[in-house]
């Protein structure tokens, strides 16, 4: 049973730049969500996919937007980059609904300079 | 809106002495709860759901309704307990897990 695998580790990009993180899910599960972790903070609900369609989502503006694939697959892409996007982003698989609870991977640290 | 709340920042207690760490929750209907753990340098993963009314690595944790707390506890701590530990709710629809911003337990020998 392979678990969740997100890349890349770490990026650094320009403010005002566009992003894109991958994530691929544990075997099995076909519900993927995001969230976001600043520093010293627990992790915030980005937005949640289902059947490729976001079915969820949290206090996000439009400019964080994501995909599922039909391998359950996702990728989470934020355009016009901002100072306050520098966090750690975290990605977990479950089954609908959170059955069985949720599976999260190592995540991505994004630097925004 | 639903909230997680853990009042301490930062826990420390001595190896074999007893740990419990605070969880209150904000809810409108019947959620489910959880805690995750962070050991230095690995991933969050899943410690307890309180569904499952289990001990794991001798932590228990009971939903009180009326309270609105699930509390984290275990009687004996030991040093690998050290850790970050997050409570965390769900609503059973769509919209995720809202986490706490988590407690620092640290076990001093």
């Known amino acids: 049973e392979t678990g969740v695998t997100q890349s890349p580790t770490h990026l650094i990009k320009t403010r005002g730049q566009q992003v894109t993180l991958r994530c691929s899910s544990q075997?099995?599960?076909?519900?993927v969500s995001w969230y976001q972790q600043a520093l010293g903070q627990g992790p915030q609900f980005i937005f949640q996919?289902?059947?490729?369609?976001?079915?969820g989502r949290g206090n996000f503006p439009p400019r964080f937007s994501g995909l599922q694939f039909p391998n359950y697959s996702s990728e989470l892409n934020v355009n016009a980059l901002e100072l306050d996007d520098s966090a750690l982003y975290l990605c977990?698989?479950?089954?609908?609904?959170?059955?069985?609870?949720?599976?999260f991977g190592s995540g991505t640290r994004l630097t925004v300079v | 809106a639903q909230r997680v709340t853990q009042p301490e920042k930062l826990l420390s207690v001595f190896k074999g002495a007893p740990v419990e760490l605070k969880c209150n929750y904000s809810?409108?209907?019947?959620?489910?709860l959880f805690w995750y753990v962070q050991y230095s340098r690995q991933r969050l993963q899943l410690l307890l759901r309180?569904?499952s009314r289990e001990s794991i690595k001798g932590f228990t944790a009971d939903l009180n309704k009326g309270e609105t707390s699930f509390h984290l506890k275990k009687p004996f701590a030991q040093e690998e307990d050290s850790a970050m530990y997050y409570c965390?709710?769900?609503?059973?629809?769509?919209?995720?897990?809202?986490f706490g911003k988590g407690t620092h337990l640290i076990i001093q020998p």
């Open positions: 075997s099995g599960h076909n519900t």
């Open positions: 977990a698989s479950s089954f609908p609904r959170g059955g069985g609870g949720y599976t």
């Open positions: 965390a709710l769900s609503g059973g629809g769509a919209d995720g897990l809202t």
């Open positions: 809810y409108s209907g019947s959620p489910e």
């Open positions: 996919y289902y059947r490729e369609e976001e079915n």
């Open positions: 309180h569904i």
